[in-house]
């Protein structure tokens, strides 16, 4: 794991899915760029649901729960997040990862 003051709580599903996909060393990168460049960043939450359409792939879902409740900023976190894992990793593994930025505020932990 991480050495972070930032708390990461990864479920069950996630880890399986993480190990399913082989990508175990970029997904702690992500975890890393993460906690390193999201303002206001308070915990990461990991999960990886079933997938509401049949046939379609789980994807990982890293919750960035932060302090902020700009919506612009929110924004903001999410598509540079979102825009550098192309840079680790090609489109067709890349996809399966994505991160959301949440307000502290509105989050039910």
């Known amino acids: 794991m991480i050495a972070s003051a930032i708390p990461v709580t990864i479920d ?3 880890k399986q899915r993480i190990e399913e ?7 702690e990168r992500m975890l890393e760029h ?4 999201i303002p206001g ?3 990461i939450e990991v ?11 789980r994807q990982v879902y890293l919750d ?3 302090k902020t409740t700009d919506v612009n900023e929110l924004l903001g ?6 825009k550098w894992r192309y840079t680790i990793l090609p489109p067709e593994l890349a996809m399966h990862f994505l991160l959301m930025s949440i307000p502290e505020s509105n989050y039910a932990a």
């Open 64 to 66: 960035a729960v932060v």
């Open 47 to 57: 999960s990886s649901p079933e997938p509401y359409e049949q046939g379609e792939e």
């Open 21 to 27: 996909l082989s990508l175990s060393s970029e997904f």
């Open 41 to 43: 960043l308070v915990r």
């Open 77 to 82: 976190i999410d598509r540079a997040w979102n």
């Open 12 to 14: 069950d599903s996630a």
């Open 34 to 37: 993460a906690s390193e460049t």
